[in-house]
T-cell receptor
């Protein structure tokens, strides 16, 4: 059973709108939680890295949150752009990275 | 500077054949990782090198899979007696060092392996 579950599996949003992706994990303990963006046919690119003691981390229009008590993280995308269309992957790092299956985001004009 | 590169970008082989996949990490990165990504799934850890040695190979699915990094730079993932279930994108990543902290892994574009 995957230790990192993401929801929704996919979503479609209009350009300029906001969206929030969810990540629930059972990996414990862990050193950090990461969010990656993966364009089709490309390798993942790091967006944010949070240690277990951090609650939030921003990278431009991307803001990640972490609640270590409930073992949940979210990635919020503000004012979405067409270039945000990609798969967003939640990764829990307990020395060995555990990847979620990703949420596929499609931004439409 | 160049990022992580992987060759070939695509590999089609027949069941039972032997394949080698190559990864050129970012210069100076001591940590190197191999992952396998099936369609619609997140990457799955295979093996991690720190320098020349395999620090963790617990993700290798069976003894048909083997990886080397003889000089602490380029790595080769070797798959013997390929099976159709080996078809996937094989991703390589490197990072400056592995300290259990927040080092960023930089991924290559992957090699798409198709076993017919």
């Amino acid at each position: 059973k995957n230790q990192v579950e993401q929801s929704p599996q996919s979503l479609i949003i209009l350009e300029g709108k906001n969206c929030t992706l969810q990540c629930n994990y059972t990996v414990s303990p862990f050193s950090n939680l990461r969010w990656y963006k993966q364009d089709t046919g490309r390798g993942p690119v790091s967006l944010t890295i949070m240690t277990f003691s951090e609650n939030t981390k921003s990278n431009g229009r991307y803001t990640a949150t972490l609640d270590a008590d409930t073992k949940q993280s979210s990635l919020h995308i503000t004012a979405s752009q067409l270039s945000d269309s990609a798969s967003y992957i939640c990764v829990v790092d307990d020395y060995k990275l555990s990847f979620g299956a990703g949420t596929t985001v499609t931004v439409r004009a | 500077g160049a990022g992580v590169s992987q060759t070939p970008s695509n590999k089609v082989t027949e069941k039972g054949k032997y394949v080698e996949l190559r990864c050129d990490p970012i210069s100076g990165h001591t940590a190197l990782y191999w992952y396998r990504q099936s369609l619609g799934q997140g990457p799955e850890f295979l093996i991690y090198f720190q320098g020349t040695g395999a620090a963790d190979d617990s993700g290798l699915p069976n003894d048909r899979f083997f990886a080397v990094r003889p000089e602490g730079s380029v790595s080769t993932l070797k798959i013997q007696r390929t099976e159709r279930g080996d078809s996937a994108v094989y991703l390589c990543a490197s990072s400056l060092k592995r300290d259990g902290g927040t080092d960023t892994q930089y991924f290559g574009p992957g090699t798409r392996l198709t076993v017919l």
